[in-house]
């Protein structure tokens, strides 16, 4: 057990002070916008924006280039999220109705999915010049060699992606790709030695779970009111 503990605090040791200042920023509004997410609140999106703008320098820094993209595409994807639900607001003009993904939906996500995973790949294929401050005389040395982590990174990135169109779309699917990613995550970042991040991911886990369920109650109830 000590020695698991060692592990998991050994990289702050190296971390300077910012870095962990940053982690703890960014995880605390990581939990915080998957609570509004939860609530069908419209304050998931700056919340979100704060979050994942950090998380933009810290996975790029922790040489998660998969997790640097998808948290880049999180902020363009707040923006757009923000902007589809002021437009479907309730009366409370805070709170929003949510719905079953369709089939055209679903092919569209696949698709995003596929691409999005050969996306990453490439990021990760050229990784040399990237590493060198993208010095492209490195790209000589850029091949098709991926480890087993940058196919894991490739595919809880496409899973994320997909979960974040779901929800700007008020998809209650959305919950279930967040289940899965956040699955992966967990372990992911404890061997990145990054157990702040790994601690949000297993808050965001129960929060998916519990926001699965409610919004699926939510979904039975705006049925039966129309009946």
């Not at 982690?23 to 994942?52: C, D, H, M, Q």
């Not at 996306?119 to 991926?146: A, E, M, T």
């Not at 809880?156 to 899965?180: D, P, S």
């Amino acid at each position: 057990m000590n020695n698991f503990i060692d592990y998991i605090l050994a990289p702050y040791k190296t971390y300077s002070t910012l870095n962990i200042v940053l982690e703890i920023i960014a995880t605390l509004f990581g939990i915080i916008s998957v609570y509004f997410t939860y609530k069908r609140n419209i304050w998931v999106y700056p919340t979100t924006v704060i979050s994942t703008f950090i998380f933009i320098y810290l996975f790029f820094s922790w040489g998660l280039y998969g997790e640097t993209i998808i948290n880049f595409y999180y902020t363009v994807m707040a923006i757009y999220g923000w902007i589809l639900w002021q437009k479907n607001l309730e009366e409370d003009h805070i709170h929003v109705d949510v719905f079953w993904a369709n089939k055209k939906e679903y092919f569209l996500a696949t698709l995003l999915f596929i691409a999005s995973f050969l996306f990453i790949l490439s990021i990760y294929y050229f990784r040399p010049v990237i590493q060198n401050g993208f010095d492209w005389s490195y790209i000589n040395q850029c091949k098709f060699h991926y480890s087993p982590i940058d196919f894991i990174d490739a595919t809880v990135t496409a899973t994320f992606l997909i979960g974040m169109w779901m929800m700007a779309r008020r998809k209650i699917e959305n919950w279930i790709f967040w289940i899965v990613g956040d699955i992966i995550m967990i372990p992911l970042m404890i061997y990145k030695g990054a157990v702040i991040t790994s601690s949000q991911y297993a808050v965001l886990l129960v929060l998916s779970v519990i926001g699965l369920i409610d919004w699926i109650k939510v979904y039975k109830s705006s049925r039966q009111e129309i009946i």
